[in-house]
């Protein structure tokens, strides 16, 4: 099962770059999302994911590490996809009022000569 999701966040981060590599911007912007999903991924199997273990402490236990899910991964991916997505909305003004304004969508703002 870990060489399946080393493979898929290994795609996905190849994807990502190669998009961060395409002349338009919202091929950019698609790229660099595709590239944070692939960290939150690696992120999140890094803090030994668990199944049937509680985040938290039952009340009346004494704590047990070896029995608790790791909280801390899960608050960093949580906390990198509220950014995230604030982050792609300010790019994606951004994009839309370049666009109006130069009327291309290229990232250096050049249209290819045919």
Do not use: K
């Not at 999903?37 to 803090?47: C, Q, R």
Request: proline share 8%; hydrophobic share 55%.
């Amino acid at each position: 099962m870990e060489i399946v999701l080393s493979l898929a966040i290994g795609i996905v981060f190849g994807s990502g770059i190669w998009l961060v590599l395409r002349p338009r911007s919202f091929q950019v912007l698609t790229g660099l999302m595709l590239m944070s999903y692939a960290v939150n991924l690696f992120i999140f199997a890094m803090g030994r994911l668990e199944v049937d273990r509680p985040p938290l402490t039952p009340a009346g236990t004494t704590p047990d590490p070896a029995l608790l899910a790791d909280p801390v991964p899960q608050a960093l991916v949580l906390t990198a996809i509220v950014i995230g997505f604030a982050t792609t909305a300010l790019y994606l003004v951004v994009m839309i009022g370049v666009r109006g304004l130069t009327g291309t969508d290229h990232v250096d703002g050049e249209e290819p000569d045919a």
